[in-house]
């Protein structure tokens, strides 16, 4: 069965994490993920965070499945003439260098189209046009110039980052979304176009909530928040702590025995109220006028959540989980990512999945958490460094010949 990008090829110029992330996905459906390295060095995050001598790190070979890769310097003579060439064999080049560097190399976009006009150039950069566009961006950076920091972690400590890479794999993915679109516009106007997404703007567009809030600020305080009644709010969108929306308040609360991650995030929609009452042992309360309403409740809701917390201290995160989702009260435990790695469902939909690496060994890897019905993704190793080049020279049309003198003229 073929796949949904089957056919479709991709020059991948991206490093760290942002580009890898998108052009990984974009292999996992199956398009032909070329990834281009510069020759004896390769992606920098080969060697970074290493944690086995000698061994693509796992940084790099959990961004990098199933791409095939090349070593080339874009920057010799030679080498130009080779990317010239994947240029025109190619649908789509990505690439998240800081500014201006594939430019420096000579190939602007409007060389790029003169060379391919079909071709569908992407590009991450930290910043769009504006005041920083020339700046280098990494996630924690992104995360604290579009708004997450500002947003994320508690009234009386620092702005947080999170763990969740919204800068980096957040923009990857709208960077995926803008390619396969700009693929679908070609089939009908034949032509190709630029395709760009900054993290600022990446991590903005996934903090929209929080524009919503500050808007909303003009015209009182922000109820669902947990300064409101009691603190103050400044005039722009203060840090929510575990709060979350107006009409069902949640908190994440502590759980038996007692460690790091034993909690669960529980939240109160109107019509939880009385079973949890009950499951706690408060049943006087399910009908007291100074708690039985959303109304009523939303000035003490550190009070309501205490008492809960009484109860889900006694359980385990998991036996709390039992027992309320049968009640339709909505709860999530606070899962570890050891708990992650060893859940057996998540293996069995190859959410999480093993695999095998020949200097490395059998390692844990996140797959494609985008499931297509017709099109399942299956997880293949990261390439080693320069793996496929003679194989993809050989696809241009070069001879043994041309490849050794490639070779020996360090362009390859
Ligand atoms: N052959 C020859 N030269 C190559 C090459 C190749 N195959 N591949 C890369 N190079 C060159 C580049 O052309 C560039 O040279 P110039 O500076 O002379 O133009 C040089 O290698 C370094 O590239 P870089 O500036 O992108 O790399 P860096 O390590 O200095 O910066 C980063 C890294 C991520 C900060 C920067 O690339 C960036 O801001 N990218 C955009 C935002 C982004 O994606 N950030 C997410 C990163 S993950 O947190």
Redesign the pocket.
């Known amino acids: 069965m073929a796949r949904a990008l089957e056919g479709v090829r991709i020059l991948d110029?991206t490093?760290?994490?942002?580009?890898p992330t998108c052009t990984q996905l974009l292999a996992w459906f199956g398009a032909d993920v070329i990834k281009?390295?510069?020759p004896g060095v390769g992606d920098?995050t080969r060697g970074q965070l290493r944690d086995v001598p000698d061994v693509d790190s796992l940084y790099f070979t959990m961004l990098n499945h199933n791409k095939r890769s090349i070593t080339?310097?874009?920057?010799s003579e030679h080498?130009k003439q080779i990317f010239t060439d994947l240029i025109k064999h190619c649908d789509v080049m990505v690439e998240?260098?800081?500014?201006?560097?594939?430019d420096?190399?000579g190939f602007t976009w409007e060389r790029i189209q003169q060379i391919n006009p079909r071709m569908i150039y992407a590009s991450?950069?930290?910043f769009g046009p504006g005041p920083y566009q020339d700046?280098?961006?990494?996630?924690n950076v992104?995360q604290c110039t579009g708004g997450s920091a500002s947003t994320t972690g508690f009234d009386d400590g620092p702005p947080l980052v999170t763990g969740a890479q919204i800068?980096?794999s957040g923009?990857g993915l709208h960077l995926a979304l803008g390619i396969v679109t700009a693929l679908f516009h070609r089939e009908r106007s034949g032509r190709g176009q630029r395709v760009t997404c900054a993290?600022q703007d990446g991590v903005l567009n996934l903090c929209r909530v929080k524009l919503r809030d500050q808007q909303r600020l003009k015209h009182g305080p922000l109820r669902e928040y947990p300064q409101y009644p009691n603190g103050t709010f400044s005039d722009s969108v203060p840090r929510a702590g575990n709060a979350s929306g107006g009409g069902q308040p949640g908190w994440a609360l502590r759980c038996a025995p007692g460690g790091p991650d034993d909690y669960i995030y529980v939240i109160i929609q109107p019509p939880g109220w009385e079973p949890l009452m009950k499951v706690i042992g408060r049943e006087d309360l399910i009908e007291h006028p100074d708690w039985a309403t959303p109304a009523a409740r939303l000035p003490k809701l550190d009070q309501c959540f205490a008492l809960i917390e009484e109860w889900t201290k006694t359980k385990t995160k998991f036996e709390v989980m039992e027992t309320l989702n049968p009640l339709n009260v909505p709860c999530g435990p606070i899962l570890s990512m050891k708990e992650l790695a060893e859940e057996p469902s998540l293996r069995e939909t190859g959410t999480v999945v093993e695999v095998d690496h020949p200097t490395r060994g059998a390692y844990l890897s996140v797959g494609n958490p985008i499931k297509l019905s017709d099109s399942p993704s299956e997880v293949k190793r990261s390439p080693l460094l320069g793996e496929h080049t003679d194989e993809v020279l050989a696809e241009l049309g070069y001879s043994q010949a041309d490849i050794a003198t490639a070779k020996a003229e360090g362009a390859v």
């Open positions: 110029m490093h760290v994490q942002s580009g281009v390295e510069r920098a080339l310097n874009t920057k080498g998240n260098f800081a500014p201006g560097a594939l420096r190399m991450v950069k930290g700046c280098k961006v990494y996630e992104a800068g980096d923009t993290m």
